[in-house]
T-cell receptor, first 111, second 113 residues
């Protein structure tokens, strides 16, 4: 399995700011991509899947760049409640059952 | 909603004890996973199972074993707990392939003294 890399941060931003995270992956055969959110001392939960055409869910936008092998997550109008760790996940490929998790990017939104 | 439950939220054990962590999912998922998560190291796969009685090693299987006798239940066993197994243990499941969403249990924080 190949690596998935993320900047660990922390990203410290004020409320209302726009912040973007990137995640690079090394397996060009990867077919599925996800962003998970993990609150402190809690389990990861799916934030959104990342589609080839990009997708948006409210203040969150995820994009995939296959040529450069990275995915991104953009958060607009940051809220205090957005403070969390964001995990990039690349789905398995080649018949494997095992997705690959990045180590996460920490976001702190302050008043 | 998919529900993944783990037998304990917090556990304190002594070195050398045998430890059982249980995970149950209620959505008839095929695949189940055990991870540990440590600061700065992210999630690391210990074992996973793609069917009843089937298991495969992940990245860090040493010191652990697993059991999947029923589809809904996946157990992680620490044969002889050591202090370096102090960690957060997370169970997850997916319906079919690992191209799909992983649903996690709430985690077990294990402290080995």
């Amino acid at each position: 399995r190949k690596e998935v890399e993320q900047d660990p941060g922390p990203f410290n931003v004020p409320e209302g700011a726009t912040v973007a995270f990137n995640c690079t992956y090394s397996n060009s055969a990867s077919q599925s991509f996800f962003w998970y959110r993990q609150d402190c001392r809690k389990e990861p939960k799916l934030l959104m899947s990342v589609y080839s055409s990009g997708n948006e869910d409210g203040r969150f936008t995820a994009q995939l760049n296959r040529a450069s092998q990275y995915i991104s997550l953009l958060i607009r109008d940051s809220k205090l409640s957005d403070s969390a760790t964001y995990l990039c996940v690349v789905g398995a490929s080649g018949g494997s059952y095992i997705p690959t998790f990045g180590r996460g990017t920490s976001l702190i939104v302050h008043p | 909603d998919v529900k993944v439950t783990q037998s304990s939220r917090y556990l304190v054990k002594r070195t050398g004890e045998k430890v059982f962590l249980e995970c149950v999912q209620d959505m008839d998922h095929e695949n189940m996973f055990w991870y540990r998560q440590d600061p700065g190291l992210g999630l690391r796969l210990i074992y996973f199972s793609y069917d009843v009685k089937m298991k495969e090693k992940g990245d860090i299987p040493e010191g652990y074993s697993v059991s999947r006798e029923k589809k809904e239940r996946f157990s992680l066993i620490l044969e002889s707990a050591s202090t370096n197994q102090t960690s957060m243990y997370l169970c997850a499941s997916t319906l079919g392939s690992a191209q799909e969403t992983q649903y996690f249990g709430p985690g077990t924080r294990l402290l080995v003294l």
